[in-house]
């Protein structure tokens, strides 16, 4: 469950007024006072040469553009700054324009658990000349990428899977999150109590300190939006500029952060039948969205009777349903017609008994079904489930699937199903943060988010109370900013960065007209 990555897993699903000072809703040790990390505040960054022997392109991509990289120490647990520290990965692509640099600017592209060194790059370029002004600081979060690392060694990267139709496919999928959450009790019960959210923004505030600033601006996606509202709860006063695009309800965020998303992604998904139809010529899947979404239903049901097969890989119910809202995010031409591809594919597997896959298919099927990207999943469900209690009786789960049944018959058994959470071997640390704060902030959502859907952004733009809220209207699209080509979004955005001025009101801008 990525919830927002545009660069090359861009279909892929893929969580006080001092440093370190903690709310009146936290729990468990208090952590250090600031001047217990005085001397990790003020370590040494030791920026060197990005790459890493020939086979890492990404760096030689980041040297090429002029950017450096280095290694953070920061503590493991923050109630115990002089104990064990762990290692954070960062590029720094500093500003061109130095006679009028604003600062740092921090990145997150969502996840969680998604690396983010190479952000630097796309973002430097969308924010065209403002982004001159800034030292871009992209950053693998803790245990993630080249950062210390964090693997449970499992048998897919992600968690997420459908309850399918019946109990006895809802059964299979508790073993499977048992199983997983087991594996990670086993190999890292000494680093789970300390992958928290809250973790990630005494990071951030570590790094701003080292980095000599004062004052630390912000730009997040996705999950990268529950990170920045976090970090202005516990550091209002070290807040910038803070944009914060396709936001999660702070007061939602959790491993069921997608429980309210079925509807949105039936509604997704109706939108690129009828997209589909219009191209029945190129995909032959029927002449009307009707059509379409039947040869969906159809594949739903053969995935069910027994596995679809894809040269090596078996593709069943409970995998299906991932592989349709994994490309629902967007609603531009390129993914729309990966995702009839998708289908394509899959319905010739239902007629002629097996198929080949796409290169973009394989590659998703490769993520979910081998463990090939463990670390990736291992540190999205330690990060949630440090984060957020759940519910842990699988009984809740599988009465709230059949309740909505009939409105979300397609997606609600992947959106309401249980998680790895469930059976984690310990409640978090900390209660979740309470975001209610004042810190202004540009909050950017669209209207057709299947992902974090409309009603996130606007429960984030109500707990920052100094925000502003830029609607993109009539578009589906996860991650507007630069991603997207909104002229309106992407001015609004670089006005805001350039003079930190928020506008007078909350704004609507028009989506372009689709095809």
Partial sequence: MTWSRWTATALRLVAALTVLAITATAAG???????????LQRQRLDWHTCQRGSADPAG???????????????????????????????????????????GVLLLNTGGPGAPGRSDVLPIRQWLGKVGARFDLIGLDPRFVGRSTPLDCDWPTGTWTRSAGPDRATFDRLIAFERDLASRCARRHADLLPHVTTRNTAR??????AALGEQKLSYLGYSYGTYLGAVYTQMFPERADRVVLDSAVDPASYGARVLREAGPANEAGLRDWADWTARHHER????STGQQVLAVVDGVLAAATRRPLRMGGYQVDRQVVPY?????LGDDRDETQADLAETVRVLWQAVVSGSATATAS???????????????TGSVQA???????????????????????QTAEPRFGELTRA?????????????????????VPALIVQSTGDTRAIYRHGQAMHRALTGSRLVTLHDARIHGVFGNYGNVCVDDAVVAYLADVQLPARDLDCASRTSS
């Fill in 29 to 39: 040790p208090v952590p250090a006072a600031a001047a217990d990390l005085a001397g």
């Fill in 60 to 102: 030689a991509e980041l040297d090429q553009a002029g950017a450096s990289c280095t290694e953070l120490a920061v503590p493991l647990d923050y109630a115990r700054p002089d104990g064990r520290t762990i290692t954070l990965a960062l590029s720094r692509l500093p500003a061109t324009d130095t006679a009028h640099r604003l």
């Fill in 203 to 208: 990071d951030m505030d570590l790094l701003r």
């Fill in 283 to 286: 995909y032959g899947l029927g």
């Fill in 323 to 327: 592989l349709l809202l994994n490309r």
């Fill in 361 to 375: 298919l394989a590659d998703t099927l490769s993520f979910l079904l081998t463990g090939a990207e463990s670390a």
């Fill in 382 to 404: 330690a990060i949630l489930c440090g984060d957020v209690p759940v519910r842990r009786d699988a009984r809740h789960y599988w009465r709230d699937i059949r309740q909505h």
């Fill in 418 to 438: 249980i998680s790895p959470c469930a059976f984690w071997p310990q409640q978090p640390r900390e209660r979740p943060t309470v975001v209610q704060n004042s």
